[in-house]
């Protein structure tokens, strides 16, 4: 080999050599996976009714989220009250409490607002209601993103398909129960191709059981297995694309599941006289007074009753932050853990009561305390940590995706525990 050739094979071996070691120098673009390292995007997935100790079962197949739990664990995700699914998704995504955001139930009425001479109402089949931004308060995480120059994408989550305080997220689909979890990874996966940076995803068949069936039931245990197999999907779409491990994956849920019985059931004829008020029934129960009736003696004869403890608004204890707001029904009921209470008539209609399971319960109860896993770039790993609060899990994910929080009641230790 001649001199001059031995001299450009040394200088060309040296560039690369340099080059390796000094990125800079290879090129002025960074590489795309350096990108999304600085910026990671993140998905929320809520898992409706995953009681927080599901994931100990060790005959249920769920990899992937023992996969995700491999970065951080909370022991318990404590829900606020009442344990309800609208509720704390809402709380979950503005760090407030229901009675500060406004959705206190799954069912709800407005004395404050009325619509021919009547109550506005609300509930969950009300779709008029669902998309109406009066009914909305704070600032949920996707409009903190949005109004700070990021992209956010929902498929679906309580609160997203309405404009709230003017803002919608960039991309969102109505609520189609009937879509296949595989499409609905497929729109997320294809949001984050686009450039969304918070995106949500919500998947309720673990409820459906439990409601249903119970939460020991099998069917339970399937439901369970047909989510992780979902998140399978979003979990090998991301690393496909290279993206998993520039990927925060948070995932939460609203509330556990205790399980109920037809034989543990109160009836509140035996206290008041039903035709005297308006109930929305569920747990917990709300007793709407007619007019001239003491919410005070309401509560008292209901609490004289086994199992059942009842409040007028004011004397609802200052730890379940559920006394100030109109749309509070005067008089609360609140069952022991595992019973319900009802009416004689309904009773009647209805011998055949299967068991089940039902939540709503105070939210001191363990079997209301949900989930929280997370992993990716701006998460401890390994860590298992003690309770974090539904409140607290906004500011997480403002904290993690770079953004200046709205205010909320979230602790920022959480936060400080859990990121990086």
């Known amino acids: 080999m001649t001199r001059p050739l031995l001299a450009a094979v040394v200088l060309l071996f040296l560039a690369v050599v340099v080059g390796q070691w000094l990125p800079g ?78 959705i206190v139930g799954n069912t709800m009425r407005d004395p404050e607002r009325l619509v021919d001479g009547e109550p506005a109402r609300f509930s969950l089949s009300n779709r008029e209601a669902i998309v109406d931004g009066r009914w909305w308060g704070g600032e949920p995480i996707w409009a903190t993103a949005e109004n700070q120059g990021l992209t956010a994408a929902t498929v679906f989550w309580p609160g997203s398909e309405a404009e709230i305080g003017g803002v919608r997220p960039t991309h969102w689909l109505p609520y189609d129960g009937d879509l296949a979890y595989a499409d609905r990874i497929d729109q997320a996966l294809e949001w984050l191709d686009d450039g969304s940076d918070l995106v949500t995803l919500y998947f309720e068949a673990v409820d459906t059981a439990g409601h249903r069936f119970g939460p020991e039931a099998d069917e339970t245990n399937e439901a369970i297995e047909q989510v992780d197999a979902a998140l399978a999907r979003l979990v090998d779409g991301l690393r496909q694309r290279g993206r998993l491990e520039a990927t925060d994956l948070v995932i939460v849920s609203d509330h556990g599941m205790a399980a109920v019985s037809p034989e543990r059931v109160v009836l509140l004829d035996d ?53 100030d707001n109109a749309r509070i029904p005067p008089v609360v009921v609140l069952a022991d853990e595992g019973w ?45 940590t003690g309770p974090i609060r539904t409140v607290d899990v906004y500011d997480i994910v403002a904290e993690a995706l770079g953004l200046d929080a709205a205010p909320n009641e979230g602790d920022p230790e959480a936060a400080a525990r859990v990121l990086r």
């Open 25 to 102: 120098c290879a090129s002025a673009e960074p590489a795309a996976d350096a990108v999304e390292a600085e910026d990671p995007a993140l998905v929320l997935v809520s898992i409706d009714g995953y009681r927080w100790d599901y994931l100990d079962r060790a005959t249920v197949d769920q990899p992937t989220l023992r996969f995700i739990a491999e970065g951080v664990r909370a022991e318990r995700l404590a829900p606020e009250f009442p344990t309800k699914t609208f509720p704390n998704h809402y709380s979950l995504v503005t760090g407030l409490y229901p009675s500060q955001h406004g």
């Open 271 to 323: 206290a008041i006289d039903l035709d005297a008020v308006d109930v929305d029934w569920g747990e917990p129960v709300g007793i709407w007074p007619e007019e001239g009736q003491d919410p005070k003696a309401i509560a008292e004869a209901i609490s004289a009753l086994p199992h059942l403890t009842a409040y007028p608004k004011p004397d609802v204890p200052e730890r379940l932050h559920y006394s």
């Open 340 to 384: 319900t209470a009802s009416s004689r008539a309904y009773v009647e209609r209805n011998p055949d009561r299967p068991s089940g399971g039902t939540h709503g319960y105070d939210n001191r109860v363990e079997s209301m305390h949900g989930l929280f896993l997370a992993r990716g770039p701006s998460f401890r790993s390994g860590l298992v």
